[in-house]
């Protein structure tokens, strides 16, 4: 069977398929100056009431326009949709440097704990949704307070909720609040224009690598390559190489958003959708982002890279970056312009040269003997990165990635999903002071470990909850939890939720390392918008 014709078969048919998912953003402007305008005064040119005033992502557009549709009863077809979210994302959108502090949201990196910040804008705002979804908007004094207005006739009981009813709080909004945001999050119309100029003649490479990690699977190579079809929509073509010689292949579609933000829809051999959410810098071509499986996005991978064709050295990844001593292993190098000429440390013999390419060099190494564990640069040509090896000759301890996690009951065949949790034990190492939990403590890599859990306290203990609440792989640390709805034969006919710790054991030198996590199995998410 002729392979190659069957793959150009397939990549023509996919490239007839461009009408079909094309954006175009001067029909979006049509659109917003004959739909929109219904409700919005003014003109694009100098300005839309409300929409003039605010600046997002094209996934806080989506969710700006599908609630038009939803609760105001703008008509739109679904191309005229999408037009609308290009248009807007295009002209006013955010820069790469607005997105990257709250870029997780984005990502849908699963069970992340945002960092503790103002008590007050917490309590009045935070304790509904995430600080990333405020964080992602840009809004002059006014809109902020058209804002939270907003939220006072359009969520009519949330002023009896807790921190709440016990204040004023709309007062408390507009006195405090509206200052705040105005100065963290305001329109700042000059950072746009500026970033616009900078990016007026970028070109989107058609070609990038990456390194990434995957909890499942552990360190990876990937390309993307991407064939432009119609204005800033493409075909891609995504694949991955895994250090534990797994691979993964798929292909779709792209868009790309105010020139750093690109989106792909992707499907595997097997039916399998993928969704990629890639952060563009258009300055230096570097990129970072995630892949995960559009059903259920807690499971992926995250993904950092640069354009392959960049005409500067940089070393975008090296993995794995520990290895035991006495161990032998493939040492893979990842990045642009690679220079063939590698300077390994004196603790990192190399047996051979697997292969080479100004984007990715690999190598069988074997680290020396050594009694401790230390931290070595490494050079290529004439660009390094230090500490980029560490070399150990045990593990002293474990942690479990995440720490504290979430996974939701569901189904498996219905509309709403169960939500699964993947778990990874790393190692580390205690350091130089041979103590747990300082400062030079140093990380190592995933290990192989047998996956258990318990009941966390008492009361988990007595509601069999380890029994009701799901399984969890031995050898994998995938959490499957259970069927979703009332259980008949738990006790008051409850939900499958559950409150365990999760275990890791590891054996080394006929001794035990063990470490936990907390998780609870909860119910659905019934309302999960795309920037929660």
């Known amino acids: 069977m002729n392979y190659v014709n069957l793959s150009k078969i397939a990549f023509g048919l996919l490239l007839s398929s461009v009408s079909l998912f094309a954006v175009d953003a001067n029909n979006g402007a049509k659109v917003l100056e004959t739909k929109c305008i219904a409700c919005h005064t003014g003109s694009l040119k100098d300005g839309l009431s409300r929409i003039s005033d605010q600046r997002k992502t094209p996934e806080g557009w989506y969710m700006t326009i599908n609630r038009m549709q939803r609760i105001h009863g703008l008509l739109l077809t679904q191309q005229e949709e999408k037009d609308v979210v290009k248009y807007l994302s295009d002209n006013q959108g955010l820069t790469p440097k607005e997105i990257k ?98 990016v007026k003649n970028y070109e989107l490479p058609l070609s990038w690598t990456f390194e990434g990690h995957s909890a499942k699977d552990g360190d990876f190579d990937a390309t993307l390559k991407l064939t432009k079809a119609k204005d800033d929509s493409y075909i891609a073509i995504y694949e991955q190489s895994y250090l534990n010689g797994k691979s993964f292949k798929a292909s779709g579609k792209a868009i790309l958003y105010s020139k750093s933000e690109l989106r792909i829809s992707l499907k595997d051999a097997n039916g399998i959708r993928y ?113 980029a090896i560490v070399i150990y000759n045990k593990v002293d301890y474990l942690k479990i990635i995440p720490g504290y996690a979430i996974s939701r009951y569901g189904s498996s065949t219905e509309k709403i999903k169960k939500e699964f949790t993947q778990f990874e034990a790393i190692g580390f190492s205690n350091g130089a002071d041979g103590k747990k939990g300082t400062s030079d403590d140093i990380k ?70 063990e470490a936990k996590s907390h998780l609870i199995v909860t119910v659905p998410k019934f309302v999960n918008p795309p920037i929660n």
């Open 101 to 198: 502090p709250f870029k997780y949201v984005l990502d849908k990196t699963p069970n992340y704990q945002e960092k503790k910040t103002d008590e007050l804008f917490t309590q009045m705002c935070i304790r509904c949704h995430s600080q990333a979804r405020i964080g992602l908007q840009r809004r002059t004094a006014k809109e902020w307070d058209g804002l939270v207005n907003f939220h006072v006739a359009q969520f009519i009981s949330f002023e009896v909720q807790a921190n709440a009813r016990d204040r004023d709080w709309l007062g408390i909004a507009q006195k405090k609040i509206v200052p705040y945001l105005e100065k963290l999050y305001g329109k700042q119309e000059k950072t746009w224009t500026n970033y616009l100029k900078s």
């Open 444 to 513: 190592l890599k995933p290990v192989n470990v047998i996956w258990n859990m318990k009941p966390f306290d008492e009361q988990a203990k007595e509601d069999r909850d380890i029994m009701y609440a799901g399984s969890i792989n031995r050898y994998t640390g995938l959490f499957t939890p259970s069927e979703g709805g009332y259980n008949p034969t738990r006790k008051l006919m409850a939900n499958n939720v559950g409150n365990l710790m999760i275990t890791a054991t590891f054996l080394q030198n006929n001794k035990y390392l």
């Open 275 to 387: 969704s990629q959410i890639l952060h563009i810098n258009p300055i230096n071509s570097e990129v970072e982002g995630r892949i995960y499986q559009t059903e259920h996005s807690e499971l992926g991978a995250s993904l950092k890279g640069i354009a392959s064709d960049n005409k500067k050295s940089v070393i975008t990844g090296i993995f794995p970056n520990a290895i035991k001593s006495n161990d032998k292993t493939k040492l893979v190098i990842v990045g642009s312009s690679l220079s063939s000429d590698i300077t390994l440390p004196k603790s990192l013999k190399l047996l051979k040269t697997i292969s080479k390419s100004k984007n990715k060099i690999e190598l069988e190494v074997l680290a020396k003997d050594i009694n401790s564990v230390k931290q070595f640069d490494l050079k290529v040509g004439n660009t390094s990165i230090k500490d």
